[in-house]
T-cell receptor, first 114, second 113 residues
Framework: KNQVEQSPQSLIILEGKNCTLQ??????????LRWYKQDTGRGPVSLTIMTFSENTKSNGRYTATLDADTKQSSLHITASQLSDSASYICVVSHLTGGGNKLTFGTGTQLKVEL | NAGVTQTPKFQVLKTGQSMTLQCAQD?????MSWYRQDPGMGLRLIHYSVGAGITDQGEVPNGYNVSRSTTEDFPLRLLSAAPSQTSVYFCASSYSSTNYGYTFGSGTRLTVV
Protein backbone atom coordinates (compact mmCIF):
# COMPACT_ATOMS: atom_id res chain seq x y z
CA LYS A 1 0.00 0.00 0.00
CA ASN A 2 1.30 3.46 -0.90
CA GLN A 3 1.93 5.42 2.28
CA VAL A 4 3.58 8.67 3.32
CA GLU A 5 4.51 9.16 6.97
CA GLN A 6 5.68 12.45 8.43
CA SER A 7 7.39 13.26 11.67
CA PRO A 8 7.12 14.91 14.03
CA GLN A 9 3.36 15.37 14.09
CA SER A 10 3.83 18.82 15.63
CA LEU A 11 6.74 21.06 16.51
CA ILE A 12 7.22 24.32 18.39
CA ILE A 13 10.37 26.38 17.83
CA LEU A 14 11.57 29.87 18.69
CA GLU A 15 11.78 32.51 15.99
CA GLY A 16 15.17 32.54 14.31
CA LYS A 17 15.88 28.87 14.98
CA ASN A 18 16.25 26.17 12.32
CA CYS A 19 14.21 23.00 12.10
CA THR A 20 13.99 19.84 10.02
CA LEU A 21 10.84 17.94 9.14
CA GLN A 22 10.94 14.30 8.05
CA UNK A 23 9.04 12.30 5.46
CA UNK A 24 9.24 8.55 4.82
CA UNK A 25 7.35 6.91 2.00
CA UNK A 26 6.59 3.50 0.57
CA UNK A 27 5.12 4.77 -2.71
CA UNK A 28 6.05 2.83 -5.82
CA UNK A 29 6.84 3.36 -8.63
CA UNK A 30 8.17 6.73 -7.59
CA UNK A 31 7.68 9.75 -9.83
CA UNK A 32 8.38 12.83 -7.71
CA LEU A 33 8.17 14.18 -4.18
CA ARG A 34 6.60 17.50 -3.25
CA TRP A 35 6.49 19.63 -0.15
CA TYR A 36 3.56 21.95 0.45
CA LYS A 37 2.90 24.62 3.06
CA GLN A 38 -0.67 25.00 4.29
CA ASP A 39 -1.63 28.00 6.37
CA THR A 40 -4.68 27.63 8.60
CA GLY A 41 -7.86 28.02 6.57
CA ARG A 42 -6.01 28.12 3.27
CA GLY A 43 -5.14 25.69 0.50
CA PRO A 44 -1.69 24.08 0.27
CA VAL A 45 1.01 26.05 -1.54
CA SER A 46 3.81 24.28 -3.38
CA LEU A 47 7.34 24.73 -1.95
CA THR A 48 9.44 22.23 -3.90
CA ILE A 49 9.18 19.34 -6.35
CA MET A 50 11.97 16.78 -6.70
CA THR A 51 12.27 13.98 -9.20
CA PHE A 52 14.24 10.77 -8.77
CA SER A 53 17.51 12.29 -9.97
CA GLU A 54 17.39 15.34 -7.66
CA ASN A 55 18.62 15.05 -4.09
CA THR A 56 18.25 18.64 -2.98
CA LYS A 57 16.19 21.67 -3.92
CA SER A 58 15.86 25.06 -2.28
CA ASN A 59 13.17 27.70 -2.22
CA GLY A 60 14.39 30.66 -0.18
CA ARG A 61 14.79 29.55 3.43
CA TYR A 62 13.31 26.14 2.62
CA THR A 63 15.60 23.30 1.52
CA ALA A 64 14.27 19.87 0.68
CA THR A 65 16.40 16.75 0.38
CA LEU A 66 15.55 13.40 -1.15
CA ASP A 67 17.16 10.00 -0.69
CA ALA A 68 15.36 7.78 -3.18
CA ASP A 69 17.30 4.72 -2.04
CA THR A 70 16.04 4.90 1.55
CA LYS A 71 12.76 6.55 0.50
CA GLN A 72 13.23 9.48 2.82
CA SER A 73 12.93 13.21 2.43
CA SER A 74 13.45 16.14 4.74
CA LEU A 75 12.46 19.78 4.70
CA HIS A 76 14.88 22.13 6.45
CA ILE A 77 13.70 25.60 7.43
CA THR A 78 16.43 28.12 8.15
CA ALA A 79 16.09 31.16 10.41
CA SER A 80 12.42 30.57 11.10
CA GLN A 81 9.90 33.39 11.08
CA LEU A 82 6.48 33.71 12.67
CA SER A 83 4.98 33.42 9.19
CA ASP A 84 6.43 29.92 8.90
CA SER A 85 3.77 28.72 11.35
CA ALA A 86 1.73 26.30 9.23
CA SER A 87 1.24 22.66 8.36
CA TYR A 88 3.90 21.20 6.07
CA ILE A 89 2.71 18.38 3.89
CA CYS A 90 4.86 15.81 2.11
CA VAL A 91 3.32 14.45 -1.08
CA VAL A 92 4.67 11.59 -3.16
CA SER A 93 3.64 11.06 -6.75
CA HIS A 94 3.60 7.62 -8.32
CA LEU A 95 3.00 6.42 -11.81
CA THR A 96 -0.20 4.62 -12.75
CA GLY A 97 -1.88 3.67 -16.00
CA GLY A 98 -4.00 6.80 -15.64
CA GLY A 99 -1.08 9.16 -15.06
CA ASN A 100 0.51 10.41 -11.88
CA LYS A 101 -1.36 9.94 -8.62
CA LEU A 102 -0.51 11.72 -5.38
CA THR A 103 -0.31 10.25 -1.89
CA PHE A 104 -0.44 12.90 0.82
CA GLY A 105 1.09 12.73 4.27
CA THR A 106 -0.89 14.02 7.23
CA GLY A 107 1.47 16.93 7.72
CA THR A 108 3.71 18.36 10.43
CA GLN A 109 2.14 21.25 12.32
CA LEU A 110 4.86 23.85 12.95
CA LYS A 111 4.44 26.73 15.36
CA VAL A 112 7.06 29.46 15.54
CA GLU A 113 7.00 31.51 18.73
CA LEU A 114 8.73 34.67 19.90
CA ASN B 1 -4.42 36.48 -12.15
CA ALA B 2 -6.89 34.96 -9.66
CA GLY B 3 -5.49 31.39 -9.74
CA VAL B 4 -8.02 28.84 -8.49
CA THR B 5 -11.29 30.22 -7.14
CA GLN B 6 -13.64 28.12 -5.05
CA THR B 7 -17.14 29.04 -3.96
CA PRO B 8 -18.72 29.01 -1.48
CA LYS B 9 -16.17 29.21 1.35
CA PHE B 10 -18.59 27.79 3.90
CA GLN B 11 -21.78 25.74 3.55
CA VAL B 12 -24.14 23.93 5.88
CA LEU B 13 -26.42 21.29 4.37
CA LYS B 14 -29.10 19.05 5.75
CA THR B 15 -28.81 15.32 5.16
CA GLY B 16 -30.25 14.46 1.76
CA GLN B 17 -29.80 17.89 0.21
CA SER B 18 -27.78 18.35 -2.95
CA MET B 19 -25.40 21.13 -3.89
CA THR B 20 -22.60 22.07 -6.24
CA LEU B 21 -19.18 23.29 -5.18
CA GLN B 22 -17.75 25.60 -7.80
CA CYS B 23 -14.14 25.67 -8.97
CA ALA B 24 -12.69 27.94 -11.64
CA GLN B 25 -9.11 28.56 -12.76
CA ASP B 26 -7.74 31.20 -15.10
CA UNK B 27 -4.31 29.67 -15.82
CA UNK B 28 -5.37 27.52 -18.80
CA UNK B 29 -4.47 24.38 -16.84
CA UNK B 30 -5.53 21.10 -18.41
CA UNK B 31 -5.46 19.07 -15.19
CA MET B 32 -7.99 19.75 -12.45
CA SER B 33 -8.90 17.74 -9.39
CA TRP B 34 -11.01 17.69 -6.24
CA TYR B 35 -9.72 16.61 -2.83
CA ARG B 36 -11.23 16.33 0.59
CA GLN B 37 -9.26 16.96 3.78
CA ASP B 38 -10.34 15.35 7.03
CA PRO B 39 -8.70 15.63 10.47
CA GLY B 40 -5.79 13.24 10.93
CA MET B 41 -5.82 12.18 7.29
CA GLY B 42 -3.97 13.27 4.20
CA LEU B 43 -5.84 14.86 1.35
CA ARG B 44 -7.77 12.27 -0.64
CA LEU B 45 -8.61 12.50 -4.33
CA ILE B 46 -12.30 12.49 -5.20
CA HIS B 47 -12.38 13.08 -8.96
CA TYR B 48 -10.03 14.50 -11.53
CA SER B 49 -9.99 15.71 -15.12
CA VAL B 50 -7.15 15.77 -17.65
CA GLY B 51 -8.99 18.11 -19.99
CA ALA B 52 -12.38 19.39 -21.09
CA GLY B 53 -14.82 16.52 -21.54
CA ILE B 54 -12.61 14.01 -19.69
CA THR B 55 -13.14 13.04 -16.06
CA ASP B 56 -12.21 10.05 -13.92
CA GLN B 57 -12.68 8.76 -10.41
CA GLY B 58 -10.18 9.14 -7.66
CA GLU B 59 -9.79 7.37 -4.34
CA VAL B 60 -13.12 8.36 -2.74
CA PRO B 61 -15.65 9.12 -5.52
CA ASN B 62 -18.85 7.72 -4.01
CA GLY B 63 -21.56 10.32 -3.51
CA TYR B 64 -19.93 12.87 -5.81
CA ASN B 65 -20.28 13.73 -9.50
CA VAL B 66 -18.18 15.97 -11.71
CA SER B 67 -18.22 17.31 -15.25
CA ARG B 68 -15.75 19.38 -17.27
CA SER B 69 -17.43 21.26 -20.07
CA THR B 70 -14.76 23.97 -20.27
CA THR B 71 -11.05 24.17 -19.46
CA GLU B 72 -11.75 26.76 -16.78
CA ASP B 73 -14.49 25.15 -14.68
CA PHE B 74 -14.68 21.91 -12.73
CA PRO B 75 -17.75 21.77 -10.45
CA LEU B 76 -18.24 19.07 -7.83
CA ARG B 77 -21.80 17.91 -7.17
CA LEU B 78 -22.99 16.27 -3.99
CA LEU B 79 -26.01 14.21 -4.96
CA SER B 80 -27.55 13.51 -1.55
CA ALA B 81 -25.46 14.92 1.29
CA ALA B 82 -24.55 12.67 4.20
CA PRO B 83 -22.84 13.54 7.52
CA SER B 84 -19.79 11.52 6.34
CA GLN B 85 -19.28 14.19 3.67
CA THR B 86 -18.58 16.83 6.29
CA SER B 87 -15.10 17.93 5.30
CA VAL B 88 -12.97 20.65 3.75
CA TYR B 89 -12.92 20.40 -0.02
CA PHE B 90 -10.06 21.65 -2.16
CA CYS B 91 -9.92 22.10 -5.90
CA ALA B 92 -6.49 22.01 -7.53
CA SER B 93 -5.20 22.60 -11.04
CA SER B 94 -1.94 22.04 -12.89
CA TYR B 95 -0.47 22.06 -16.41
CA SER B 96 -0.41 18.29 -16.14
CA SER B 97 -0.52 15.58 -13.50
CA THR B 98 3.22 14.90 -13.73
CA ASN B 99 6.10 17.10 -12.64
CA TYR B 100 4.27 20.35 -12.11
CA GLY B 101 3.15 21.88 -8.85
CA TYR B 102 -0.53 22.01 -8.15
CA THR B 103 -2.30 25.30 -7.47
CA PHE B 104 -4.94 24.83 -4.81
CA GLY B 105 -8.00 26.91 -4.12
CA SER B 106 -8.67 28.23 -0.63
CA GLY B 107 -11.19 25.50 0.13
CA THR B 108 -14.87 25.01 0.93
CA ARG B 109 -15.75 23.99 4.47
CA LEU B 110 -18.88 21.83 4.27
CA THR B 111 -20.93 20.68 7.23
CA VAL B 112 -23.75 18.18 6.78
CA VAL B 113 -26.20 17.97 9.69
Amino acid sequence: KNQVEQSPQSLIILEGKNCTLQCNYTVSPFSNLRWYKQDTGRGPVSLTIMTFSENTKSNGRYTATLDADTKQSSLHITASQLSDSASYICVVSHLTGGGNKLTFGTGTQLKVEL
Amino acid sequence: NAGVTQTPKFQVLKTGQSMTLQCAQDMNHEYMSWYRQDPGMGLRLIHYSVGAGITDQGEVPNGYNVSRSTTEDFPLRLLSAAPSQTSVYFCASSYSSTNYGYTFGSGTRLTVV
